[in-house]
């Protein structure tokens, strides 16, 4: 329990930029504050490093690892990939209950345009949402593993930029799915999933500290 509790403290702090890029962390410290034994923080450390959250050196310490701005290129080709097929199937099967639950998201979303994290999580219900409907509810489970850098990356969009943009492609794929035809589905998704390729190098540029280094080709 205190292990599970620990990674996603960790997790959601790095996520969204509270521990930032580079910063060495303490184990004793954060068990400190979290009020559990050292072990448990130790195992997550381990954990998220696999993730490529944190980074851990030998006789120098634990550091959260900076942005690799190529695995985020990566992991949004692999969640445009997999969206667009959950999205047809979503489109076939969702049906008027299902665009009545997006639309109540939507609505909450445009509640949350000062309030970054709380948006965030809408849209990730909003996508999931998705999944579920599409009955690959477990496909998006694995998806989260692949985008966690990713993921950093939105955050720090959602506080550079406004949401608006983003809100409105969420009605689109509202529309699209409401049609029932799938292809125009995809094509509203596939819309929205683009947007990182034009956000990812305005927040490189603007948080240039935040990222390592392109890797050597």
């Avoid at 720090?156 to 699209?176: C, K, M, R, S, Y």
């Avoid at 799938?182 to 956000?199: G, N």
Wanted: with cysteine; charged share 25%; glycine share 6%.
């Amino acid at each position: 329990m205190a292990q599970t509790q620990a990674i996603s403290l960790l997790r959601d702090s790095i996520l969204t930029g509270e521990l930032k890029p580079g910063m060495r962390l303490s184990e004793q410290e954060i068990a400190n504050a979290m009020g559990i034994s050292r072990q448990p923080v130790r195992e997550a450390f381990i954990r998220l490093a696999g993730e490529g959250l944190l980074e851990v050196w030998p006789q120098r310490g634990t550091f959260v690892s900076k942005i690799s701005a190529e695995e985020v290129l990566d992991a949004r080709f692999v969640r445009e990939a997999v969206e667009a097929d959950l999205i047809r199937l979503a489109t076939e099967r969702g049906g008027a209950e299902l665009v009545a639950v997006l639309r109540d998201n939507l609505a909450q979303q445009h509640e949350a345009l000062t309030d970054p994290a709380r948006f965030l999580r809408l849209d990730e219900v909003f996508h999931r949402t998705i999944a579920e409907a599409a009955g690959k509810g477990r496909a998006w489970d694995h998806l989260q593993k692949l985008k966690s850098q990713l993921d950093r990356v939105r955050f720090l969009a959602t506080q550079d930029f406004p949401v608006n943009v983003l809100i409105t492609q969420h009605a689109g794929v509202i529309d699209a799915l409401a049609t029932g035809n799938p292809d125009r589905a995809e094509t509203a998704m596939r819309v929205h999933l683009c947007q990182m390729l034009e956000d990812l190098p305005r927040i490189n540029a603007a948080y240039p500290d935040y990222f390592a280094p392109p890797r050597p080709d």
